[in-house]
């Protein structure tokens, strides 16, 4: 099942985001819990959704031989970025519905920063919960309810980029319902900040501006930045501290 709202925006950005992410390879540290949680194996099956421009699907094609990825997206120009930077791979299927992939198939989902667009989050978790085989682990990160992200991303980033920006984030009573309604034999949920780190406050604001695709100079997204997040300042680096949501649910 496909649960498209509107693919548009990430069409759209795609390119800034891209630029953002292949400059700063180092900055994110958001993906470390799903890699860890999802303990991955080398012949495991993986359906990533929301696999965008591809910073999760490059550390999952490493880790997996004699497996299968599939990485799905509902706006095919992420896809394009993501194969360019991933290679051409046997066992990496690009997919933009995933009623593509069989029931009962694989051994771990996992998505990372694509969970605030999803209009139907119970079905859509049913239905990641329905590609696995019994036993098998579906991984959700995400940005958190109630934090200094949610309001930077309310009253700055919705009115200064072209396609705006309004969703709400999920919170732990959101994920922990998500696992009942969608069957889960476990959940576990943990929130905290992840540092994204860079060398200098251009960075920071370069950044920001590109992933986001911001219509105003970086310096202005440093000073949005510096106001709404916890900067930590340590060996001459500055970490931007990230509110992140992520449960693990078991079939
Ligand atoms: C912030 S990006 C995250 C991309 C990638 N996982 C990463 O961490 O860089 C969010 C992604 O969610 C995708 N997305 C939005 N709505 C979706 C939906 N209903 N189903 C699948 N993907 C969706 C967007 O197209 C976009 O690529």
Redesign the pocket.
């Known amino acids: 099942m496909?649960?498209?709202?509107d693919?548009s925006r990430?069409n759209i950005i795609a390119q800034s985001y891209e630029y953002a992410?292949a400059t700063y390879p180092d900055a994110r540290k958001d993906g470390d819990w799903l890699i860890s949680s999802m303990e991955i194996k080398e012949d495991d099956t993986i359906l990533e959704?929301?696999?965008?421009?591809g910073?999760?699907t490059e550390k999952i094609i490493k880790n997996i031989k004699s497996g299968f990825l599939y990485a799905?997206?509902?706006?095919p120009r992420?896809l394009e970025l993501n194969q360019k930077k991933c290679g051409v791979h046997s066992n990496l299927k690009y997919i933009t519905d995933i009623d593509a992939v069989k029931d009962n198939s694989c051994d771990k989902s996992v998505t990372?920063?694509?969970w605030h667009?999803?209009?139907d989050q119970i079905s859509i978790t049913r239905s990641a919960m329905s590609k696995l085989k019994k036993g098998g682990t579906f991984c959700v990160g995400d940005f958190s309810d109630n934090s200094s992200i949610q309001r930077y991303f309310d009253e700055v980033v919705d009115d200064i980029t072209s396609t705006g920006h309004q969703a709400l984030f999920p919170s732990k009573s959101r994920m922990i319902n998500l696992g009942r309604f969608a069957e889960a034999s476990n959940t576990e949920v943990e929130e905290f900040d992840v540092p994204f780190d860079f060398k200098n406050e251009d960075e920071v604001g370069e950044f920001f501006q590109k992933v986001f695709a911001l219509d105003q100079p970086h310096e202005e997204t440093y000073k949005d930045i510096e106001k709404y997040f916890d900067l930590q300042h340590s060996e001459g680096m500055i970490s931007v501290m990230v509110p992140y949501i992520y449960a693990r649910y078991t079939k």
């Open positions: 496909q649960t498209a709202l693919d990430f992410i959704i929301s696999a965008g421009t910073f999760l799905q997206d509902i706006a992420t990372l920063g694509g667009h999803m209009e």
